[in-house]
């Protein structure tokens, strides 16, 4: 197990799903924990869940948006206040948006979608970076999405911010690997997380579950992730001991990216 002792690590979207599944096997690990998310009371019962676990875990919370520039700033210098450096970025905070075809699409749900899911990201790299730089190390581990490299019927701004977060990881990875940051991707395919829940209830409403094990059929392992799952991978890519992987968008997802047709 790849050891996070004395390292400091922000997760974003730590609140709930894939951010808070990384955050407990970080805390298992060792690692001081920066949570980041907007939901202010969900955020308090993740920390309060990581400290029952993990008792000597050290975690601060911040409360923001990540689509706003200033917040972002702001949990960058809460972090090094508290624990003087930043090891590890996860910068996965995101939001699904609504399903409609690209000529109905709400405009305002649109333009949301790209500011958290792709200036979000970004901020998280504009402000973190320097602080990485100083140190000369640092791992960022941002979240696009299968629909970061493939498209996904009816998420039109989805699938834009999400192919925005892989180029971005390519970019970051080119400017910054002389500075002993590394900067990777994770491609979720459907892992179980309150997000994709509610997926399902818009595909089909009267029966969700339905539409879970329609959709789990055309994958090879024929069954959806777990957020467990993904967090182990994510340690990995923000461990000292990855340190040869950069700029790389890496999916997650039994395999369903690379099918054409009937598994
Ligand atoms: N679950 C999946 O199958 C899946 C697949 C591919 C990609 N992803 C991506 O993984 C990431 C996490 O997804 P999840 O499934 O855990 O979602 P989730 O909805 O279960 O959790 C997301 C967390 O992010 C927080 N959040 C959302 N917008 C925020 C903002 N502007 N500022 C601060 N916090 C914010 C939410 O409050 C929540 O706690 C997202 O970027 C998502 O697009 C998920």
Do not use: W
């Not at 970025?89 to 075809?101: F, K, T, V, W």
């Not at 390519?170 to 459907?190: H, Q, S």
Request: some cysteine; proline content about 3%; charged content about 20%.
């Amino acid at each position: 197990m790849n050891s996070f002792e004395n390292k400091s690590i922000i997760i974003t979207g730590a609140a709930m799903g894939l951010g808070l599944a990384a955050a407990k096997d970080l805390a298992a690990r060792g690692a001081n924990l920066a949570l980041v998310d907007y939901n202010e009371s969900s955020l308090a019962e993740a920390k309060d869940s990581i400290t029952k676990d993990f008792p000597n875990a050290k975690v601060i919370t911040i409360v923001a948006d990540v689509s706003k520039e200033e917040a972002v700033k702001n949990y960058v210098d809460e972090t090094v206040k508290a624990f003087g450096r930043i090891d590890g970025l996860y910068n996965n905070a995101g939001i699904e948006g609504r399903q409609a075809s690209i000529t109905e699409y709400d405009l305002a749900v649109f333009k949301k979608v790209i500011d958290i899911n792709l200036m979000g990201v970004y901020y998280g790299l504009r402000y973190v970076i320097p602080v990485m730089q100083k140190q000369k190390y640092g791992r960022i581990v941002n979240v696009a999405s299968v629909g970061g490299i493939r498209g996904v019927f009816h998420q039109m701004p989805y699938v834009a911010s999400k192919h925005a977060v892989s180029g971005m990881t390519k970019n970051a990875a080119l400017e910054y690997g002389k500075d002993g940051i590394t900067t990777n991707a994770i491609a979720p395919g459907a892992i179980l997380t309150p997000m994709v829940a509610e997926a399902f209830k818009q595909v089909n409403p009267e029966d969700p579950k339905l539409a879970e094990t329609e959709y789990a059929k055309a994958n090879p392992t024929k069954r959806l992730g777990l957020p467990d799952e993904v967090a182990k991978v994510v340690s990995f890519l923000l461990s000292e001991e990855c340190s040869y992987v950069n700029g790389q968008t890496i999916a997650i997802d039994g395999g369903q990216s690379n099918s054409y047709g009937n598994v």
